[in-house]
């Protein structure tokens, strides 16, 4: 079975513990375009970032997995510039960019700050320092400075809480999800187990290994009623910010 996977230090410690099963052909790709590889790949499954199902309203997903977050821990994390006459203004996006990030950032601003931003993906060579960003993805760890950045992850359970649900995995074939559904029972106990090995084996510095072990209790890939309420919250709060223009039933499996 096809499953596509967006790389990163969170889903590969997933892929770690997906590959004893020996049921899956795993794929990365940027997150934005996973969604889009389900149209053309039916009975493959996807780790998608939850906003997609924005634009992809005919997906069933998993209720047993995922990628969440409540907490220290994210995938993304927020540095703002150190003028102090800056105002939040315009947010730069760099990295493995997606819908959750662009929409998400706006709402959490107007949610906790009563700020509107701006949204402007960077791909300049260099970030310019005097700019407020958003780093996506394991960048975070590699040449950023994340101990002193904000959890994107906490911010938005913050608004809801409840955790944020980054990434679900979905598919347009109910039965390919029923059988996943079967191959990730106790998905957290088996990472669990295995997870020193697994950040040994990553290009990551000793203090984002140790940072990442100490608030690993803040990342859950399980899916629990808990998480399904989540997703749905989210999907309520962008709905009420006027971004999302109807309500929509989630396919959950």
Do not use: C
């Amino acid at each position: 079975m096809k499953l596509f996977l967006p790389k990163n230090i969170y889903t590969m410690i997933l892929a770690d513990a997906l590959k004893k099963q020996n049921s899956f052909e795993l794929i990365y790709k940027d997150s934005s375009l996973i969604a889009g590889e389900l149209a053309s790949n039916t009975s493959a499954l996807g780790l998608i970032p939850s906003m997609d199902l924005i634009n992809h309203r005919n997906l069933f997903v998993s209720g047993k997995a995922g990628v969440s977050f409540d907490g220290l821990l994210s995938n993304s994390y927020f540095y703002l510039s150190q003028n102090s006459g800056r105002e939040f203004g315009n947010i730069y996006l760099r990295g493995d960019v997606s819908l959750n990030e662009i929409i998400l950032t706006k709402v959490m601003f107007e949610e906790k700050y009563s700020a509107k931003v701006d949204i402007t993906l960077d791909t300049a060579k260099e970030p310019d320092l005097a700019n407020n960003f958003l780093i996506v993805g394991d960048d975070n760890f590699k040449s950023w400075d994340f101990a002193n950045g904000l959890s994107f992850s906490d911010l938005i359970a913050d608004i809801l809480d409840l955790p944020y649900v980054n990434f679900i995995f979905a598919s347009q074939d109910k039965e390919s999800i029923e059988y996943f559904n079967t191959l990730v029972e106790n998905i957290d106990e088996t990472i669990e187990d295995d997870i020193n090995e697994v950040l040994n084996s990553l290009k990551i510095a000793d203090p984002a290994k140790t940072f990442l072990l100490e608030n690993l209790g803040s990342v859950y890939y399980e899916i629990t009623q808990n998480e399904i309420d989540a997703l749905h919250e989210i999907f309520k709060v962008v709905y009420y910010r006027g971004i999302l223009e109807d309500m929509f039933d989630i396919k959950v499996i």
